[in-house]
T-cell receptor, first 114, second 118 residues
Framework: AQSVTQPDIHITVSEGASLELRCNYS??????LFWYVQSPGQGLQLLLKYFSGDTLVQGIKGFEAEFKRSQSSFNLRKPSVHWSDAAEYFC????????????FGTGTRLTIIP | GAVVSQHPSWVICKSGTSVKIECRSLDFQATTMFWYRQFPKQSLMLMATSNEGSKATYEQGVEKDKFLINHASLTLSTLTVTSAHPEDSSFYIC??????????????FGPGTRLTVL
């Protein structure tokens, strides 16, 4: 079975600074990889996903993520954060066959300071 | 994008009572809906997968008689927590699959329901 690790429970960055959220997965092959954002009172929103092809994927809200097979990682990045980016971020994986269920990491809470 | 709603957004009930949570896909038909449970500062744990017109598939360790799931139409799934107890207090989130089955189908998530059992 697949698993996901998000090593950072809480990250604080200054507005305008760059951001990188870490995600490592465990799976026998290359899974489908996702990043979601959860804001209070709102459902999880998909930021980006990786299925195959170019290992650098662009998402919404200026986010990008890079799949590194050798490191079993799928880290999320943003060059300049905005106060509105404060939220909980979840990395998730799914087996790459059929329509398999999502397995979520424990999440990283992002705080933005002025 | 596709919108999924949940009702109620929060509910407080007495121990021993049953609570029903609705999950609706507002602008698309969902053949598959998923129910998750999220404890404070923890991840989402899949409880069950429901397909319209058939019985739900529960994850290991989830009591199907405790958490009744009904997916009676392509836009509505309900989760009923029967004889709720304080340990059932949690944040319940549903998602709906709007795909056509050709590739991995994106799940669209509802805003969640906060259940507190006194």
């Amino acid at each position: 079975a697949q698993s996901v690790t998000q090593p950072d429970i809480h990250i604080t960055v200054s507005e305008g600074a760059s951001l990188e959220l870490r995600c490592n997965y465990s799976y026998g092959a290359t899974p489908y990889l996702f990043w979601y954002v959860q804001s209070p009172g709102q459902g999880l929103q998909l930021l980006l996903k990786y299925f195959s092809g170019d290992t650098l994927v662009q998402g919404i809200k200026g986010f990008e993520a890079e799949f590194k097979r050798s490191q079993s990682s799928f880290n999320l990045r943003k060059p300049s954060v905005h106060w509105s980016d404060a939220a909980e971020y979840f990395c998730a994986v799914a087996a790459n066959f059929g329509n398999e269920k999502l397995t979520f990491g424990t999440g990283t809470r992002l705080t933005i300071i002025p | 994008g596709a919108v999924v709603s949940q009702h109620p957004s929060w509910v407080i009930c007495k121990s021993g009572t049953s609570v029903k949570i609705e999950c609706r896909s507002l602008d698309f038909q969902a053949t598959t809906m998923f129910w998750y449970r999220q404890f404070p500062k923890q991840s989402l744990m899949l409880m069950a997968t429901s397909n319209e017109g058939s019985k739900a598939t529960y994850e290991q360790g989830v009591e199907k008689d405790k958490f009744l799931i009904n997916h009676a139409s392509l836009t509505l799934s309900t989760l009923t927590v029967t004889s709720a107890h304080p340990e059932d207090s949690s944040f319940y989130i549903c998602s709906a699959d709007a795909g056509q089955g050709l590739t991995y189908n994106e799940q669209f998530f509802g805003p969640g329901t906060r259940l507190t059992v006194l």
